[in-house]
């Protein structure tokens, strides 16, 4: 079936300090990728997607590329703010199947430490 | 707009009982989730509604969970009877058709059994 990996957490930053979190998954067929983050309290949001190949997701300084030739979709930030600590998670969807519910990886957690 | 509607937001019971939870989706989203989250793990999905309609429980527990959305609106989930396992977050999510869609996810309901 399908699987998403992501790194292990918690991964702890200082203010401004570039961010990578690492995605990797194992699936076939027509994708789209996501990344959704949990803030302390709150339920799940959509941060990004990527529906095709080669797509970037951006969403409040966050980026991640589908990697079809790495099976990858790594989150990056330039520059990290308290405010964007939280639990990530990277997840995808087959688009080819009846079945499109999100499949999502382990989370990592993310500490910015001003 | 008002958000995904959980309840309750905490339950502690002991096993062998019986527990339900309510889910109350965004006004017009015609696919509905219940996604298990344990301590650790990303969210793992139990079962999708479209409209009333199950499209996927493959990985719902059938000898003791339920799960139902009458006139495809709100929805239940029961676990009877539960296990000291099943402690975990329960989250429901609905999004507007499903055809890998943005979803929405409540606060969801954290499940201790003792």
């Known amino acids: 079936g399908n699987s998403v990996t992501q790194m292990e957490g918690p991964v702890t930053l200082s203010e401004e300090a570039f961010l990578t979190i690492n995605c990797t998954y194992t699936?076939?067929?027509?994708?789209?990728l996501f990344w959704y983050v949990q803030y302390p309290g709150e339920g799940l949001q959509l941060l990004l997607k990527?529906?095709?190949?080669?797509d970037k997701g951006s969403n409040k300084g966050f980026e991640a590329t589908y990697r079809k030739e790495t099976t990858s979709f790594h989150l990056e930030k330039g520059s990290v703010q308290v405010s964007d600590s939280a639990v990530y998670f990277c997840?995808?969807?087959?688009?080819?199947?009846?079945?499109?519910?999100?499949?999502f990886g382990s989370g990592t957690r993310l500490q910015v430490q001003p | 707009e008002a958000g995904v509607a959980q309840s309750p937001r905490y339950k502690i019971i002991e096993k062998r009982q019986s527990v339900a939870f309510w889910c109350n989706p965004i006004?017009?989203?015609?696919?509905l989730y219940w996604y298990q989250q344990i301590l650790g793990q990303g969210p793992k999905l139990l079962i999708q509604?479209?409209?009333?309609?199950?499209?996927?429980d493959s990985q719902l527990p059938k000898d003791r969970f339920s799960a139902e959305r009458l006139k495809g609106v709100d929805s239940t989930l029961k676990i009877q009877p539960a296990k000291l396992e099943d402690s975990a977050v329960y989250l429901c999510?609905?999004?507007?058709?499903?055809?890998?869609?943005?979803?929405?996810f409540g606060s969801g309901t954290q499940l201790s059994v003792l």
């Open positions: 999510a609905s999004s507007f058709r499903g055809v890998g869609e943005k979803l929405f």
């Open positions: 699936a076939t067929g027509y994708l789209s």
């Open positions: 990527a529906t095709k190949a080669d």
């Open positions: 997840a995808l969807i087959p688009m080819d199947t009846g079945r499109r519910a999100l499949t």
């Open positions: 006004s017009g989203h015609a696919t």
């Open positions: 509604f479209q409209n009333n309609g199950v499209v996927d």
